[in-house]
């Protein structure tokens, strides 16, 4: 199997798009033909309705867009029988042609970091099947080399938190340490780790080690770009959270490359948005559809990303 | 219910100890009584194994130390089926006696904390029914908010990483920013956050807000304890990471409270250490009772802990 990276890069290519789906099922935002009857949820309806639901969303982008990031959060928050539907949906997708970058934001010592990567990191050679999986930094680079490790074992795929999205994510990542803040630290770090794991013989510049970096901070984002040189940067906070096409141009590099942009509620519960009523919650399918190919357009429109075109 | 303060100080008072128990099991270090037959095993193979090992451990730690420290990676390593023996585990924990901290390390964006607060907080009121679980900084305040807030409803604890046991942990942590280290800053968030949740009428200082600080850095432990005045500590790295008793001394106050030392591989998989050799495989149940006896004497030697007595 080709690296993550290069099976990243071409699904891109092939996509013409660098949309990346977040499949963040909430029940309470569901369409109502997945969650009718069910007044008191176990954790068994949840899991039932979430695997229908998500499978759903996979038909409808899958033709569209090269990957989709479930969100572990959502799955973990019902217990076992959600937990089990996530893993179903991760091999769902992959069955329809997609890759899957798992958001779990997991880590922690060393010889228990190796633990999450050897379970989580591997389509089709873990339990989990992820093709990629989002890592937190805070315990260091002890913690997160048994990630690369296993990613680069195993063709899979590496993103490591920088800069988050949240209002809050500048408490602790901005704080200033001898001369540019927390945040830049990571970032060189994760460069370094990515750039001694860049195959010199590969025409692809970006390793299979990517940095998560905000759509909500537009310059940092364009900053990162620069110093990330070697890493995809995975851009969450576009939609819901404020970012638009524009603010995430500075992701990309001159051939639309280099980053995927994530759009998590705006597409999977459009049909709640005034620019999508006219579908309905009937067709909530239809409202997803359009959603996408409206991000598509909007990022071509606005970044280089219309030079895949 | 109590607060998860309270139940802990009532639990430490009771067993006369702060000592943790960390259930970390692992395939290859498991007694062969739980592997034996099984050559390529499954998730449920493992699944089966860890449900029963860990069945076993807390039969022998449930009348000698307050809580147990299931460690979320190991089962998850083994996909769904050992995420539900992990449920299974915490139950069996609680219906023994036993306080359950769950390390997992979680945390994202504000929405999505709240979704991992929502589904592992609360004894009988989550899915997972944790007493308390760790949590990570890095995603700054409003990530760490819904955790304390869904806590305080639940009667639930939280402990966030400040200063973690592993060598890498300095990498990020120690940097310098305003003349003092990032694990200072995150420590008086949550000093901060802990005082204004502590309830004036208690006569516990304690908040059912802590952290986690390793006991790999002493100097910095005793330090800590000072910054944290109304925080539990949670400390790993004793015994295995080579942390001694003497090395926790200045994790506790004057009456032998305010922290649980927590040991995993040490008393799990003590059969397999030169002086629990005596016990053999065959009774590696002997060599669990002793290791976690031998820590309870030696943490009531070196430290105030002795005062519990």
Redesign the interface.
């Known amino acids: 199997m080709p690296s993550f990276s290069d099976r990243l890069a071409l699904a891109i290519a092939e996509k013409k798009t660098p949309v990346l789906v977040g499949l963040?099922p909430?029940w309470a935002q569901l369409p109502c033909v997945f969650t009718q009857g069910v007044s008191e949820p176990t954790?068994f309806d949840v899991a039932e309705a979430y695997a229908q639901f998500c499978r759903a969303v996979i038909d409808i982008v899958a033709p569209l867009v090269p990957a989709v990031k479930p969100?572990a959060?959502?799955f973990?928050?019902?217990?076992?029988d959600?937990?089990?539907a996530?893993?179903g949906v991760i091999r769902y997708a992959q069955n329809q042609g997609l890759l899957v970058i798992l958001?779990g934001?997991?880590?922690?010592?060393?010889s228990?970091?190796a633990?999450?990567a050897?379970?989580?990191l591997g389509r089709g050679t873990s339990?989990?099947s992820a093709d990629a999986l989002t890592v937190?930094?805070?315990?260091?680079?002890?913690?997160?080399e048994p990630f690369i490790e296993t990613a680069n074992k195993r063709e899979a795929g590496v993103f490591i938190?920088v800069k988050?999205?949240?209002?809050?994510?500048?408490?602790?990542?901005d704080?200033?340490?001898?001369g540019k803040p927390?945040y830049q630290?990571?970032a060189e770090?994760v460069e370094s780790a990515a750039r001694a794991s860049l195959s010199p013989r590969s025409a692809n510049p970006y390793a299979s080690l990517g940095a998560v970096v905000g759509a909500t901070w537009p310059k940092q984002l364009a900053e990162m770009r620069q110093t990330l040189k070697s890493c995809w940067l995975l851009v969450?906070g576009y939609g819901s959270?404020g970012g638009a096409a524009k603010d995430v141009a500075g992701a990309f590099d001159q051939r639309g490359m280099g980053a995927v942009i994530n759009n998590s509620r705006g597409i999977l519960f459009a049909y709640k948005k005034p620019e999508y009523a006219r579908f309905g919650e009937k067709d909530w399918e239809g409202a997803v559809e359009a959603a996408t190919r409206d991000m598509i357009d909007a990022l071509a429109a606005e970044t280089t990303a219309g030079r895949l075109r």
Chains 1, 2 share one sequence.
């Open positions: 963040d909430r954790g969100q959060a959502f973990e928050q019902f217990g076992p959600a937990m089990r996530l893993h958001d934001k997991r880590n922690d010592i060393g228990t970091a633990a999450y050897a379970g989580l339990p989990w937190s930094p805070y315990l260091g680079d002890d913690s997160l938190l988050t999205s949240n209002p809050g994510g500048k408490l602790f990542q704080l200033i340490a001898d927390v630290h990571v770090w969450p959270q």
